[in-house]
T-cell receptor
Framework: GENVEQHPSTLSVQEGDSAVIKCTYS??????FPWYKQELGKRPQLIID?????GEKKDQRIAVTLNKTAKHFSLHITETQPEDSAVYFC???????????????FGKGTLLTVNP | DVKVTQSSRYLVKRTGEKVFLECVQD?????MFWYRQDPGLGLRLIYF???????EKGDIPEGYSVSREKKERFSLILESASTNQTSMYLC????????????FGEGSRLTVL
């Protein structure tokens, strides 16, 4: 099955700096890569996702890049703010029906702390 | 706005007790999921269901069972709770199984003594 590795496990940045979280996946058939944010004591929520037919996607201060050859994808947060402090989870799945990796596999999470 | 409601936020049970965790969603989603969240281990899929009365094992189904008698309700059952099942349990639903956003509940923190 799919294996998703996420690094770093913790990340501390100063407000205004950029933060980058990286994930690698093992199944070359994976083609859907979402990112979830979980604030302390709250439920995980989808913040951005990317499909394998594009290399980059942006939404305001967050962006995700995908390198299919190297089988890795990254979350980039620019101009970080204290409210960006949370645990971030990457995930991967083969979204083609009938594929062997049809379940969403999550990384272990990254605790991001943005210091004021 | 999708709402996924888990019936109990905090439970304390004794070893060997039967435990029911209930989850209800109000958006007519076909797909429902139970995840377990432990520090340093991320989100691990226990079971999922893509239709009423249908269920499939996830990555860590041992010691758990599920029930989906109605579309909106998905229950996780621990037949005989053990201390290693102390964890945070998250229910989720989605409209599209393959690329749909997962909508999570608030979680149920279970402690087994």
């Amino acid at each position: 099955g799919e294996n998703v590795e996420q690094h770093p496990s913790t990340l501390s940045v100063q407000e205004g700096d950029s933060a980058v979280i990286k994930c690698t996946y093992s199944d070359s058939a994976s083609n859907y890569f979402p990112w979830y944010k979980q604030e302390l004591g709250k439920r995980p929520q989808l913040i951005i996702d990317i499909r394998s037919n594009v290399g980059e996607k942006k939404d305001q201060r967050i962006a995700v890049t995908l390198n299919k050859t190297a089988k890795h994808f990254s979350l980039h947060i620019t101009e970080t703010q204290p409210e960006d402090s949370a645990v971030y989870f990457c995930a991967a799945r083969n979204s083609n029906s009938g594929g062997s990796n049809y379940k969403l596999t999550f990384g272990k999470g990254t605790l991001l702390t943005v210091n004021p | 706005d999708v709402k996924v409601t888990q019936s109990s936020r905090y439970l304390v049970k004794r070893t060997g007790e039967k435990v029911f965790l209930e989850c209800v969603q109000d958006m007519d989603h076909e797909n429902m999921f139970w995840y377990r969240q432990d520090p340093g281990l991320g989100l691990r899929l226990i079971y999922f269901s893509y239709d009423v009365k249908m269920k499939e094992k996830g990555d860590i189904p041992e010691g758990y069972s599920v029930s989906r008698e109605k579309k909106e309700r998905f229950s996780l059952i621990l037949e005989s709770a053990s201390t290693n099942q102390t964890s945070m349990y998250l229910c989720a639903s989605s409209l599209d199984f393959y690329t749909g956003e997962l909508f999570f509940g608030e979680g149920s923190r279970l402690t087994v003594l």
